[in-house]
């Protein structure tokens, strides 16, 4: 951040300017009130500035305050505490939520009645340099003020992207985990559908051959399904698109299996026609699911 010197140095602000607008003053301050009051008129025909002029007790505050700042401008001193008032001002205006577009208005407006005063009242060997110490205050002013915007301004937009970017990550990193939990859950799931099969299996050497076969059928369907939902976590996790046809097909193979044991249990003619239909519907479904995924890939 610059100090007050340097913004000073830069803009070639001389004691002999210093000097001038100390002799300013005496000819701008019969005109203080008037100017005041018709930078309050200007303000009122703003909407979105005539919000802060409403209340009565406020105006007197701020006719003061405004009035203050405009005699400040000429005896100086221009010192460190004349640079923190500029900035109180700045932030007094981000605090109320005044748009520093009509920072500029005022002090385009100020600079503007200033220079009528000086060229009717100034004798014409001051008026040049009357018009640029008085140029020169009001742009130190400007950029004092108006900085004080920027800076506040991105120290929100900092934090706010601080903020945004932890948030970002940790829900990078949670996916992540949740991803791992569900790739781990499949893994035992699919360990569960193996025994299941070896279990199965088992039935066809312990008596029941048409039941272990049947069995071993639908746990080698699941089993099936089971791989698919592996390769297909895995290949999400290294880029992959993700493929709603394989959530079809977890309903469509509990279809299938489930026909297969009815089967076995002899169910009625409608419960099975009513699996059977089920089957087809699932079936349509997976079908153009799976025709529309292929378009895309």
Request: proline residues 2%.
């Amino acid at each position: 951040m610059r100090t007050f010197q340097e913004i000073k140095d830069n803009y070639r602000f001389t004691a002999a300017e210093m000097e001038t607008l100390k002799s300013l003053l005496p000819v701008v301050e019969p005109h203080a009130d008037r100017l005041i009051g018709d930078f309050h008129h200007l303000c009122r025909q703003m909407p979105d500035a005539a919000k802060f002029l409403q209340d009565e007790a406020l105006m007197a505050r701020l006719s003061e305050a405004h009035r203050s700042w405009l005699l400040a401008l000429f005896p100086g001193p221009f010192d460190e505490r004349y640079y923190e008032r500029l900035q109180r001002v700045g932030h007094a205006h981000v605090r109320i939520g005044l748009s520093a577009h009509f920072v500029y208005v005022a002090m385009n407006f100020f600079r503007l009645q200033l220079q009528r005063i000086i060229d009717t009242e100034v004798g014409p060997r001051l008026r040049e340099l009357s018009q640029r110490a008085m140029e020169k205050i009001l742009d130190l002013n400007l950029d004092i003020i108006a900085r004080t915007y920027h800076e506040e301004e991105m120290r929100r937009v900092f934090l706010s992207y601080r903020l945004d970017n932890a948030l970002i990550r940790f829900a990078h990193r949670f996916t992540f985990g949740l991803n791992m939990l569900l790739l781990v859950g499949l893994i035992a799931l699919s360990l569960g559908v193996v025994a299941v099969l070896a279990h199965d299996i088992s039935l066809i050497f312990r008596g029941s051959p048409e039941k272990g076969l049947v069995s071993a059928l639908g746990s080698l369907l699941i089993l099936w399904l089971m791989i698919e939902l592996l390769d297909a976590e895995i290949d999400r996790l290294q880029g992959g698109a993700f493929q709603l046809s394989l959530f079809v097909g977890v309903a469509l193979v509990a279809f299938i299996r489930k026909v297969l044991v009815a089967s076995l249990a002899h169910e009625s003619m409608q419960v099975e026609i009513l699996y059977l239909a089920g089957i087809l519907i699932l079936g349509a479904i997976y079908w153009l699911v799976s025709r529309a995924e292929g378009k895309k890939s």
